[in-house]
């Protein structure tokens, strides 16, 4: 009797714990055993309907441009409204077991900045497709002049396309305009433009936060300006942007685009900074060419085959050339006068007779220039690659002797770098200092990217180069900054801010004390 009562007690417990199990499967058919690390009260939110851990949403959400690093996330948020995100944040925050979050825009960083390794990523590019963002809307003040609010989500591309259309467009951009707002003004938002206007982060009048604890906070120069300057070069750290209200100025129609080839670096960089003192052009940057980093690559095909054959004759004789590329704006206003401002400006360079070449385009087709290469790569297979990138603020009094330790001694002697080599000076002038970004102390220092391309079984000699390059600049006390930096310890990180890591660790411990917010920048976490 005793036995038939136990037999019939444990098929009853039997069919509850099946019959519950079932019952969970239903409620959450798309939680895998890896989303259970998260706390259950989370799924039984609203937003539950918008976090997914299926296969695809965690393998999108893994890697990055780079594809050198892969973290993998709990879960993958699709918000259709800013209010998702901030009830995301809100709960963790809240949570006896607060879990890590991270913002993904476009995807663009390199070490797994936009990742969040067992923690939950926002899908910021979500709010676009379901309509939730801010959008991209142009006005005017009569205190401000004209400005875009644009959500956070939004891509520079659309941004473009959108202000255009009202003769408008934003002053500052990068090479590659499908980056997100959010994502640049993260990090600072450089390129040709940078010397005149300054970086992106310097041409934002007001942003929308979501801070670490789950605050939705509107901040400006006036208005929360702590948190303001704190976000704009803050890799994340401080807050989720959801919108930002963008400088605007008259859109150009064309631009003059010329390229003049040097084969003394020296007098390349004092024409560079000869171009940048007078703020005449709209647009200056420069460029190694060598035999492993060709004239014409994804950043723009510039040169004609004829041209390139010329240029591979008289690389062949140096061995490194530089390359030193302008722009000029104009339209109907001065159509008339732009080249002849153009010759009397490039009148007294020193780069190679014979060697400058020109071309005509139009704003959009000149700022949108890297898109063609991306198709192209992406056609070929090519563009999801390894990236292990280096970026890097060289001050001006130490160009020269990067140039001979670096350019010479190490890229061009082992022959390793498959992609662009960017070099090309700005002024700190234009950067505000109460911001998060860092830059080198002195007054003119260079833009340096190494944005090379490996592949699987190769990229790793290329990041040991990077490494070595590192090592040389500080045996050589070179006091560089690292830009999109990448580090992995709390000294290395304390150096990269230097006077500002003590406002920078406040500031985390202020809007982000549990240490919430953007765990793939390894500086808190």
């Not at 005793?2 to 058919?29: C, E, G, N, Q």
């Not at 492993?292 to 040169?303: A, D, E, I, L, V």
Request: charged share 20%; proline share 4%.
């Amino acid at each position: 009797m005793a036995k038939s009562y136990l037999k019939h007690a444990y098929f009853i417990l039997l069919f509850i714990v099946t019959r519950t199990i079932w019952i969970m499967d239903k409620v959450k058919p798309w939680r895998t055993n890896h989303s259970t690390s998260l706390p259950y009260e989370l799924f039984t939110l609203d937003i539950s309907t918008r976090l997914r851990s299926d296969p695809n949403s965690i393998k999108l959400s893994s890697s990055d441009f780079g594809n050198m690093v892969k973290n993998i996330p709990c879960a993958v948020l699709f918000p259709t409204h800013v209010t998702d995100i901030i009830d995301l944040v809100k709960f963790s925050y809240n949570s006896s077991r607060p879990f890590t979050i991270a913002a993904r825009g476009n995807g663009h960083s390199v070490r797994g900045q936009a990742m969040a390794d067992e923690g939950v990523v926002v899908d910021m590019r979500s709010l676009e497709r379901f309509g939730g963002g801010n959008g991209i809307r142009v006005s005017w003040d009569s205190g401000l002049g004209f400005y875009a609010d644009v959500g956070g989500e939004e891509l520079w591309i659309d941004v473009l396309k959108a202000t255009v259309e009202h003769g408008l467009a934003p002053v500052s951009w990068t090479d590659y305009l499908y980056l997100s707002v959010g994502g640049t003004l993260s990090n600072g938002g450089v390129s040709g433009q940078t010397f005149l206007h300054g970086p992106q982060i310097s041409n934002v009048h007001e942003l929308d936060v979501v801070t670490g604890k789950g605050e939705f906070l509107t901040c400006s120069r006036h208005l929360n300006p702590e948190l303001f300057y704190a976000v704009l070069g803050g890799l994340g750290q401080f807050g989720i942007i959801t919108r930002a209200r963008i400088v605007l100025d008259k859109a150009p129609k064309r631009v003059k685009w010329i390229r003049m080839l040097y084969q003394d670096f020296s007098s390349f960089t004092r024409d560079q900074e000869h171009l940048i003192s007078n703020n005449v052009l709209d647009y200056v940057e420069g460029s190694l060419i060598m035999h492993q980093s060709s004239s014409n690559n994804w950043r723009s095909s510039f040169f004609s085959n004829t041209d390139q054959s010329e240029i591979a004759s008289l690389l062949s004789k140096h061995g490194i050339l530089y390359c030193l590329e302008v722009v000029k704006y104009y339209d109907d206003a001065n159509i008339n006068t732009v080249e002849q401002e153009l010759q009397l400006l490039l009148k007294h360079l020193k780069f190679n007779p014979g060697f400058v070449f020109k071309k005509d385009a139009s704003f959009i087709d000149f700022l949108n220039r890297v898109r063609a290469g991306e198709l192209k790569l992406q056609s070929l297979g090519q563009w999801d690659v390894p990236h292990p990138w280096l970026n890097l603020f060289i001050p001006k009094s130490r160009i020269m002797d990067f140039h001979a330790g670096v350019f010479i001694n190490i890229i061009q002697a082992q022959n390793k770098s498959t992609g662009p080599i960017l070099v090309y000076p700005t002024s700190r002038k234009k950067w505000d200092d109460r911001m998060s970004a860092v830059t080198p102390e002195e007054d003119t220092f260079y833009c340096v990217g190494l944005l090379h391309s490996g592949g699987v079984d190769d990229w790793e000699a290329l990041d040991a180069q990077n490494k070595e390059i590192l090592e040389f600049c500080e045996k050589s006390e070179i006091v560089l900054k690292q830009y999109l930096p990448h580090y992995n310890t709390r000294k290395e990180w304390m150096n990269h801010f230097g006077e500002k890591w003590s406002s920078f660790q406040d500031h985390k411990y202020k809007y982000d004390p549990k240490m919430i917010l953007a765990p793939g920048q390894r500086i808190f976490h």
